[in-house]
């Protein structure tokens, strides 16, 4: 039983275009995290939610939009695609609302910007 | 912003062999965490270590906060510990945000 996982593992797409990521997480965690890494294997924070509710929001372009539908979900929404959003991005948890904790975290998801 | 550097940036040792990570940072924090990415992408939460000293099997983390660095030390290397590490911190006061190094990248050979 994957305690995060997300979907899909790759995505390839064109510029311009909008695209989903989805995140779940089995472990009764109240918070969910976005992370960015880029080709250089610099991992940034880009989104935190809390149960429902968005606590951090990093300077991260207004294209990229996480909705979360429960706590056990938390999409990432990508606009109008650009070259430069290629990156991994990882999905993760942790049972409680700030970094303090230890998060887990899912497999990452290749996006590829063409 | 807070400046995490990570030393040395790659580091390549035979399997048994003993090696220590450390992590500079340029301002007080109030958390500081160690993670590994294995060479096929999975990342895992190591240490959550703001002070003090914790141990987990062969691995086992320092924090000095008031003289800003933390070191991990990895005792009997295996080919599994091989990949990259991260060092994260957390700024005292400000926003609440967790701030990366550039990692690690440790290769253990057989």
């Known amino acids: 039983d994957t305690a995060v996982s997300q979907t899909p593992k790759y995505l390839v797409t064109q510029m311009g275009n909008d695209k989903s990521i989805k995140c779940e997480q089995n472990?009764?965690?109240?918070?969910m995290y976005w992370y960015k890494q880029d080709s250089k294997k610099f991992l940034k924070i880009m989104f935190s939610?809390?149960?429902?509710?968005?606590?951090i929001n990093e300077t991260v372009p207004n294209r990229f939009s996480p909705k979360s539908p429960d706590k056990a979900h938390l999409n990432l929404h990508i606009n109008s695609l650009e070259l430069g959003d290629s990156a991994v991005y990882f999905c993760?948890?942790?049972?409680?609302?700030?970094?303090?904790?230890?998060?887990?975290f899912g497999p990452g998801t290749r996006l590829l910007v063409l | 912003g807070i400046q995490v550097e990570q030393s040395p940036p790659d580091l390549i040792l035979q399997e048994g062999a003993n090696s220590t990570l450390r992590c500079n940072f340029s301002?007080?924090?109030?958390?500081l965490q160690w993670f590994h990415q294995n060479p096929w992408g999975q990342l895992i939460n190591l240490f959550y270590?703001?002070?003090g000293t914790k141990q987990n099997g062969r691995l086992s983390a320092t924090t000095v906060a008031t003289e800003r660095y933390s070191l991990l030390y990895i005792s009997s290397s295996q080919t599994t510990d091989s990949g990259v590490y991260f060092c994260?911190?957390?700024?005292?006061?400000?926003?609440?945000?967790?701030?990366f190094g550039q990692g690690t990248r440790l290769t253990i050979n057989p």
């Open positions: 993760a948890s942790s049972q409680e609302g700030s970094f303090q904790e230890t998060q887990y």
């Open positions: 472990l009764g965690h109240d918070t």
């Open positions: 939610y809390n149960n429902k509710e968005l606590i």
């Open positions: 301002d007080s924090v109030n958390n």
């Open positions: 270590i703001p002070s």
């Open positions: 994260a911190v957390e700024r005292s006061q400000g926003a609440q945000k967790l701030v």
